[in-house]
């Protein structure tokens, strides 16, 4: 089943780091299956606040997201983000389809 590494990103400190980050992700996503869907850009906050920016990052399955996120080279760049901006993450599956939000209710 599809699954999604999502992180709201509320401050992130524009540097020589974050850049770093950023030239080296695309490279620790390719060996599993990642792929960006949603990578900051245009929000249109319809209610309440989001400060900050989404990203979402679509891998084949949960064991190809964690392979991702433990690898040795995710891991070496991590701290290039941690240590440069406040952003909550969460691993979340996809849904089978088709589904209706009753499914949810078991």
């Keep these: 089943m599809t ?4 992180a709201h990103m509320r401050q992130v400190r524009m540097g020589p780091q974050i850049v770093e980050y950023l030239h080296r992700i695309d490279a620790t996503l390719e060996p599993f299956g990642g792929r960006f869907l949603v990578h900051g850009g245009n929000l249109e906050v319809i209610e309440n ?3 900050g920016n ?3 990052i679509e891998f084949p ?5 964690r392979r991702w996120y433990d ?3 995710y891991q070496a760049i991590l701290a290039l983000r941690t240590d ?5 993450v969460v691993f ?9 939000a009753t499914d949810v209710l078991g």
């Excluded at 440069?84 to 909550?88: A, L, P, V």
């Design 92 to 100: 979340a599956d996809g849904v089978e389809h088709p589904h209706k």
């Design 61 to 65: 399955d949960r064991r190809q997201m």
């Design 71 to 73: 690898s040795p080279a």
């Design 84 to 88: 440069n901006s406040r952003s909550d």
């Design 49 to 51: 606040d989001w400060p």
């Design 54 to 56: 989404l990203i979402i």
């Design 3 to 6: 699954a999604y590494a999502v």
